[in-house]
């Protein structure tokens, strides 16, 4: 079976009148000069060490970062406005070349047109020339074709009179009378 130990603690209360005596409750409250001062001193001594040692640089340090952050900002600035403005004559420039590109966009249609009425007025022109030389050319065919038949009915009417006349007139007299026909015909 199972030992049941017990434990037992004892605590020690000191009692009034021992070596280890709890400082009574005026002295707590009793200030020592000696230990004052020297708080005080070596308050002003680390103070001192600190201004020194720590303060200086950590102020020096601050005040080169405040330098460093208002010249970056000045150069933000600066950089945001020569940005706008780089941007504003990038836009100047873009209409300019929108305008010059219209421009020429109504210069070379103006062109257009102004070469389609001259190649439309020269293939009428052209094509008035090419009726007329046929008009011409159909009617000298048709003078040409009046004479010959003219020709051919004169001849056709002495070879008729001939037959018929053939042996009253002689040859000089039909070559009169042709000419005669020929040239009231």
């Not at 009692?15 to 020592?32: I, L, N, P």
Request: with cysteine; charged share 30%.
């Amino acid at each position: 079976m199972e030992e049941e130990h017990a434990v037992s603690a004892t605590v020690e209360v000191p009692s009034k009148g021992t070596g280890h005596e709890a400082s009574s409750s005026g002295d707590v409250m009793k200030v020592d000069v000696w230990l004052v001062a020297l708080t005080w001193i070596t308050f002003l001594a680390m103070t001192a060490v600190l201004y020194k040692v720590a303060w200086k640089p950590i102020l020096k340090a601050l005040d080169l970062r405040e330098n460093s952050i208002r010249k970056a900002l000045e150069e933000a600035e600066k950089a945001r406005a020569e940005t706008a403005a780089a941007e504003e004559k990038r836009l100047a420039m873009i209409r300019e070349a929108d305008a010059q590109a219209q421009k020429m966009l109504a210069a070379a249609r103006a062109a257009a047109d102004e070469t389609a009425r001259a190649l439309e007025a020269r293939a009428r022109e052209e094509a008035r020339n090419l009726v007329n030389d046929a008009k011409r050319e159909i009617g000298a065919a048709a003078e040409k074709a009046r004479i010959e038949l003219r020709k051919e009915t004169a001849e056709l009417a002495i070879a008729l009179a001939v037959k018929c006349i053939s042996k009253s007139m002689d040859s000089s007299a039909n070559r009169q009378l042709i000419q005669g026909l020929m040239r009231e015909l």
